[in-house]
């Protein structure tokens, strides 16, 4: 799964951040960088400037004990209170607060 970035005056696409093997779920960008979180069990960190260069992958719900691809969802991205941090919400209701670059 990918998302696409649009100039919404040309209507032309400008970049397309691919990496994600689900649907991609969340999505939030800064000055700096773009966060995207998937139903893969990710979030995939990318660098504004060069929107198709992916700067890093978080694995934030790893299929450990038996986890289905299903509870793995992350569903929710929001910046946390520092520039660098950010909360992750999954389908199982899990949440996570990892710090990105």
Request: glycine share 10%.
């Amino acid at each position: 799964a990918s998302v696409r970035i649009w100039d919404v005056l040309s209507g032309r696409q400008v970049a397309q951040l691919a990496g994600h093997v689900e649907a991609v779920a969340g999505l939030q960008s800064d000055d700096r960088k773009i966060l995207t979180s998937a139903f893969d069990g990710t979030m995939r960190v990318w660098d504004w400037r060069n929107p198709s260069q992916c700067l890093g992958v978080v694995v934030v719900h790893p299929a450990a004990g038996g986890a289905s691809m299903h509870q793995r969802r992350c569903t929710r991205l929001s910046f946390g209170q520092e520039d660098d941090t950010v909360v992750i919400g999954c389908i199982d209701g899990s949440i996570y607060c990892v710090d990105v670059l």
